[in-house]
């Protein structure tokens, strides 16, 4: 069926990750980090709501994927693209101004591969294989929004930015599980990877939204991203 309740969440993603990224090649980084957010809340609930009513089918699928790298692939990138023109460039990079912005799109090359890759992987059933494109999207927006002002002084520079970006390009596909915060039962021992993570990020919350702004949700995925490493080591060894 074209029309149902399902894919008229996903076009409602689709049309807030068109919006972000509008806002976003305007400078209206606010605004698109709020368009984001509501993409994610539309594609929580798309899932969530072709689960109760029993829906699927190929046309939500491929749906789907189109509305995710619209709202966490070119949006994110956007915004990228945009503190490219802005931030502190040193001298030797200085020819290169005109063009690096324009390396922010790898970061939604990097996003589609992932959403491809999480399409036909069996393996991401209870967990996830690399960083799931909302949460890289969520970083990001969140991170310019709170951050901005470092980001764009003699402290931060472009070739940092490059680099953070292609750091966080590779999570997207990097063969490294993530944990998901699926709770099968309430038990502490089976769930205590996830507990240990939802205190610490309340605790990171609390203590660091006065100080860190909207960049607080930043923090929390990289302590989402560094506990799933340390998890992975500690259960490698």
Request: hydrophobic share 60%; proline share 4%.
């Amino acid at each position: 069926m074209l029309f149902n309740l399902p894919n008229l969440f996903t076009l409602g993603n689709l049309v807030c990750g068109c919006m972000a990224a509008g806002a976003a090649f305007h400078g209206h980084f606010s605004w698109a980090l709020l368009m984001i957010v509501c993409g994610a809340v539309f594609d929580f609930l798309d899932g969530l709501v072709a689960r109760a009513i029993g829906i699927s089918g190929p046309i939500g699928k491929e749906l789907d994927s189109l509305a995710d790298i619209v709202t966490f692939g070119v949006a994110p990138s956007a915004m990228l693209f945009q503190l490219f023109g802005i931030v502190v460039y040193p001298t030797w990079l200085l020819p290169l101004a005109p063009y690096l912005p324009y390396t922010a799109f790898i970061m939604a090359a990097f996003s589609a591969l992932r959403l491809a890759k999480f399409n036909i992987d069996e393996r991401q059933r209870s967990g996830f294989i690399g960083l799931p494109t909302p949460a890289n999207a969520l970083f990001w927006a969140s991170l310019i929004v709170g951050q901005g002002a470092f980001l764009t002084s003699a402290r931060f520079n472009a070739m940092w930015l490059f680099l953070f970006m292609l750091m966080f390009c590779f999570f997207l596909v990097a063969e490294v599980p993530l944990f998901a915060l699926k709770f099968k039962t309430l038990g502490w021992e089976e769930n205590r990877v996830k507990y240990t993570f939802l205190i610490v990020a309340l605790v990171i919350l609390f203590l660091g939204y006065h100080s860190l702004g909207v960049s607080v949700i930043a923090t929390i995925i990289l302590w989402y991203i560094i506990w799933s490493l340390l998890v992975w080591k500690v259960r490698k060894v």
